[in-house]
């Protein structure tokens, strides 16, 4: 069993007839406590899983704002990685023949989840006797060769929670949907569901994503846009070993937003691992020119989530930066925040 603190690449050594018990708590610890868990590459991870052939534990799905479920009692056997999103570009380049994949979208089967950037891809076929979350109307066409519906382009396909009405995810066809890792939780059925500050999770979940996306890809500055394709802020990694030693009941100028009362609740001394980011807001037209130049720069890469979440992560940076000292609140044009881990 993996506890707390350990390396969860020790998995590589454990004997095969426990590699699927722990497999599935390194899934749920990466989840539910992402500020504490050291994340190993994508490829790692989707190796751990499918090096055991013993039955995977159930996992529930969770809305992380509410607790409502979203997928109960899943299990999953096979977790695998997406290519990166512009895999389609290069396949000329991989391929002598003509394009094999083309016309063929990567659909999850019921037992699979899909791993992207920032979101997972699931099947929700088996899922239609519970409660599930609300999809807005969609349009459908005809049946295609490959025997299941289509959505049309200009669909409203958001998912809705029922209790909390936060955006989940969108439905990528009649049966496989995309939720965003902002928004869920996931964890071993029989526990249950863990209540997580909102501000806290969502910006420990968006470290996390920026280092391993920094570590995999050699790149440090992303945009981060809304599931509309607009554009909310520009990040750029300085540091991602940063500790983080703050007093914020001294910081009396700080008000209070409902969203981070959480987050000023804290002990008086606290110590976090965090990532020193720079950024700038493109909200009500700011920063229109560096915005598109960093958008057609082909070397930074673009962080996709809900457009609500977008405006929590920026007014967590916009907090953040109020409590350093004035002197060290800029960088050249940049802002400077810490995304605690």
């Known amino acids: 069993?993996?506890?707390?603190?350990?390396?969860?690449?020790?998995?590589?050594?454990?004997?095969?007839?426990?590699?699927?018990?722990?497999?599935?708590?390194?899934?749920?610890?990466?989840?539910?406590?992402?500020?504490?868990?050291?994340?190993?590459?994508?490829?790692?991870?989707?190796?751990?899983?499918?090096?055991?052939?013993?039955?995977?534990?159930?996992?529930?799905?969770?809305?992380?704002?509410?607790?409502?479920?979203?997928?109960?009692?899943?299990?999953?056997?096979?977790?695998?990685?997406?290519?990166?999103?512009?895999?389609?570009?290069?396949?000329e380049e991989w391929c002598c023949h003509p394009d094999p994949f083309a016309n063929k979208p990567l659909h999850p089967q019921e037992n699979d989840c899909f791993i992207g950037d920032s979101f997972f891809l699931v099947n929700l076929r088996s899922d239609l006797w519970q409660p599930r979350p609300e999809l807005a109307p969609v349009e459908t066409c005809c049946p295609s060769s490959e025997n299941h519906f289509k959505l049309k382009p200009k669909a409203n396909t958001k998912v809705i929670c029922k209790r909390c009405k936060v955006m989940l995810g969108e439905t990528m066809s009649s049966e496989t949907t995309k939720l965003y890792m902002t928004e869920i939780i996931i964890q071993p059925s029989e526990r249950n569901f863990p209540i997580i500050p909102r501000?806290?999770?969502?910006?420990?979940?968006?470290?996390?994503?920026?280092?391993?996306?920094?570590?995999?890809?050699?790149?440090?500055?992303?945009?981060?846009?809304?599931?509309?394709?607009?554009?909310?802020?520009?990040?750029?990694?300085?540091?991602?070993?940063?500790?983080?030693?703050?007093?914020?009941?001294?910081?009396?100028?700080?008000?209070?937003?409902?969203?981070?009362?959480?987050?000023?609740?804290?002990?008086s001394g606290s110590a976090w691992n965090a990532v020193k980011v720079l950024y700038q807001p493109c909200i009500k037209s700011r920063n229109e020119k560096l915005s598109s130049a960093w958008e057609s720069d082909i070397?930074?890469?673009?962080?996709?989530?809900?457009?609500?979440?977008?405006?929590?992560?920026?007014?967590?940076?916009?907090?953040?930066?109020?409590?350093?000292?004035?002197?060290l609140r800029y960088m050249n044009s940049f802002q400077v925040a810490f995304l605690k881990m």
């Open 299 to 327: 070397s930074i890469h673009s962080l996709t989530l809900p457009s609500a979440t977008c405006l929590e992560l920026l007014l967590i940076l916009s907090r953040n930066n109020a409590t350093l000292p004035p002197s």
């Open 1 to 91: 069993m993996l506890t707390p603190g350990e390396d969860p690449r020790r998995l590589h050594r454990a004997p095969a007839s426990s590699r699927g018990q722990a497999c599935a708590i390194l899934l749920w610890w990466a989840a539910v406590c992402p500020w504490r868990w050291t994340a190993p590459a994508s490829a790692e991870l989707v190796s751990m899983f499918n090096q055991s052939s013993q039955a995977q534990e159930c996992c529930t799905f969770y809305c992380q704002s509410c607790g409502e479920v979203i997928i109960r009692d899943r299990e999953l056997i096979r977790v695998l990685p997406l290519p990166s999103e512009n895999w389609g570009a290069l396949v």
């Open 199 to 267: 501000s806290q999770f969502v910006q420990s979940v968006i470290a996390q994503c920026l280092v391993e996306l920094s570590t995999a890809r050699s790149t440090f500055r992303f945009t981060v846009q809304g599931h509309d394709g607009k554009v909310y802020i520009l990040l750029w990694i300085l540091n991602s070993d940063s500790l983080v030693i703050e007093s914020l009941r001294s910081s009396k100028s700080i008000k209070k937003f409902s969203l981070l009362e959480d987050v000023l609740k804290a002990d």
